[in-house]
């Protein structure tokens, strides 16, 4: 079953890619798909619609699903507080902020000759920063994980109302490009732009990978991880440096996810029965590449096609396991 | 022979606040050693100074006669381990993963285990008394489950030297008497064993020294019968102890 754990994970996602590039509005022959894939599909339009539409959107899905749920899971353990996430924490909402700020100016850079991507990225990643930073301090000074994730949301309706200001003084192209962005979707990214979300991401997640021992020993706290001989300032460091980068990086070309990185390692935790990061980080990175190919699956479904947001998708798996996490009534406030 | 633990003019608190200061204590393998005191009076801050998680306010602690700061994380973790008061309680570990983290000085940058650390583990299992406990998760566990689970991670960990942070606190009297009973036997096996903890009467019987610390700063040293002799936990504690 612990190994079988793996080996599901990865036939569910062989077969959601496979669905993902066959279902959609025009259904493509699952030969075609495979044709399309090698680039020797026998219709040009099933090509177009495999290799240059469907592919890179499935790929997307699948990295802003594992970067998202590396990152909510990074968080989880570095706060010690299992309703950690990007989004609850506000870090979403902060990167948020700063892409507002930077595609509401965006008559005064784009004269510069700056890469738009490059530049979306980047603030995105220092709004996902700036929100983290404050998150850190609260979490010095609060008792209990319930107070911090309050402090989160309100980072949250902080920036979205600072949003809505910059929304009014903004011209309508650049408010129309940035209320889309708001609501969430795999479906931006061209095969042109795939670079910049896939490099941050693969980074991020292999310098995860590299943690899951210091992350094991962080799972009895600072002190013991200090005293097992972890260096517990440069981890901590570490590990906000690959949360930003992630949660700012996936929320810069997808827009604000909510839930997929807070759910997807309780989902992950429940299918491994364990909370051992040399097992349960890689699940949790191809879990929540299997979560958001299952989500986008949904939005592209025949029949509600484009006319369900992203996000209502994954609040909808999301929000349940939060309820659950909460019932099931582990104790996760975290003693003194 | 070096001692496993010695500081010089140590001073230890917080924020630059003096809690304790001029300790030189000295502890050798095969020792135990009570540390007394009142709440508050900067107990588990030398516990952790010990270890190095809180910087000394003034003088140095040496381990095996290594200045304590200078040594590499690593190395100093493989010389001292603690078991802390906090209840850690982290979700879904099973007893013997939680034993394993023990080996972390000593496995590679995966933190893989090799046979020799399987053997580690299991024998520190044995050792605490928790080994019918390996698939239990931690969070499941009763106070004094918990406790002897810290102390096979601490043993696990193979150090000379082994601090508690009021090991015996929250411990009912039979889960009381098993750990201290354990602490005995690790000292009498040779380790180095510092302890805290407010149970005078069960210090007094199974420690072989005592350190007290009082209200000005200073910690008394000696044996227990010095210490009847020069009334020392009177004038820590204020009353008539038995």
Known sequence: MRTGAFALLLVLLGLLFLAHLAIGSVRVPLVEVFAGLFGTAKDPAHALIVGGVRLPQALTAMLAGAGLATSGLLMQTLFRNPLAGPSVLGIGSGAGLAVAVVMLAGPFWRSWGLPADLVIEGAAIAGAFAVLAIILFADRRVQDGITLLIVGLMLGYLCAALVSFLEVASDSAALKGFVLWGMGSFAQVTTERLHWLAVPVLVGTLAALRLVKPLNALLLGEAYAHSLGTRVNRLRTGLILITGVLAGTVTAFCGPIAFLGLATPHVARALLGTGDHTRLLPATLLMGAVLALACDLVVRWPGLAGRVPLNAVTSLLGAPVVVWVLLRGRNWVRGT | ?242
């Open chain 2, 1 to 242: 022979m070096t001692a496993l633990l010695h500081t010089k003019d140590l001073a230890v608190g917080h924020r630059g606040r003096v809690l304790l200061r001029e300790l030189g204590l000295v502890l050798n393998a095969g020792e135990l050693v009570a540390l007394l005191g009142v709440n508050g009076i900067g107990k588990s801050t030398l516990l952790h100074t010990l270890t190095g998680a809180l910087p000394a306010l003034q003088g140095e602690v040496l381990l095996k006669g290594e200045t304590l700061s200078r040594l590499h994380p690593r190395e100093r973790a493989k010389r001292v381990s603690i078991v802390l008061t906090e209840r850690a309680s982290p979700a879904l570990l099973d007893v013997r993963t939680v034993v394993a983290l023990g080996r972390q000085p000593w496995t590679d940058a995966r933190g893989r285990l090799t046979s020799e650390d399987e053997r580690v583990v299991d024998q520190a299992m044995a050792q605490a008394g928790v080994a019918d406990l390996a698939g239990r998760d931690l969070a499941h566990l009763s106070d004094g489950e918990r406790q002897l689970v810290m102390v096979a991670r601490a043993l696990a960990q193979d150090t000379p030297l082994l601090l508690l942070d009021e090991p015996t606190a929250f411990l009912d009297v039979v889960n009381r008497a098993r750990v201290l009973a354990l602490l005995r036997q690790l000292a009498d096996g040779g380790r180095g064993v510092l302890f805290s903890t407010h149970d005078v009467a069960q210090a007094l019987r199974l420690a072989d020294r005592l350190l007290i610390a009082h209200a000005d700063g200073t910690v008394w040293q000696g044996t227990v019968v010095e210490a009847r002799e020069q009334g020392a936990l009177e004038s820590a504690f204020g009353t008539a102890v038995p």
